[in-house]
């Protein structure tokens, strides 16, 4: 087992690592733990590098949010019978699913 690789995508990796950290809440042996930790930890890197993706796209195709000090990407444009779909939003959807939607070989 040591050492193995195995293909997900960005999306498979994000939900593990949201499962490893559940079941990291909860009490097991010690070398089980370790194996837990040390697999979330090479999830957790991959994630990262994931969000940093998502936050580039945010940040070029969104707008800076004064008062909160975040780049944000309204859902929609116009109001009340007027508002539709933002297509920012759709483009940011796009291009993020596409990087969920990548592989990555995972230890």
Known sequence: M????MTL???EVLMAAKGLLQIGNM???G????????NYKNLTSIEKAVMEKRNE??????????KK????????????E???RNPLTEQADTEFNKILDE????E
């Open 69 to 80: 000090g975040q780049y944000i990407i309204p859902e929609t444009i116009g109001e009340g």
């Open 82 to 84: 007027n508002a539709k």
């Open 103 to 106: 592989m990555v070989d995972v």
């Open 31 to 38: 070398r089980t733990s370790y194996w837990l930790a040390r």
């Open 57 to 66: 796209i945010i940040k070029r195709l969104g707008t800076l949010d004064e």
């Open 27 to 29: 009490q097991i042996d």
């Open 9 to 11: 995508t960005n999306r």
């Open 2 to 5: 040591n050492g193995e690789k």
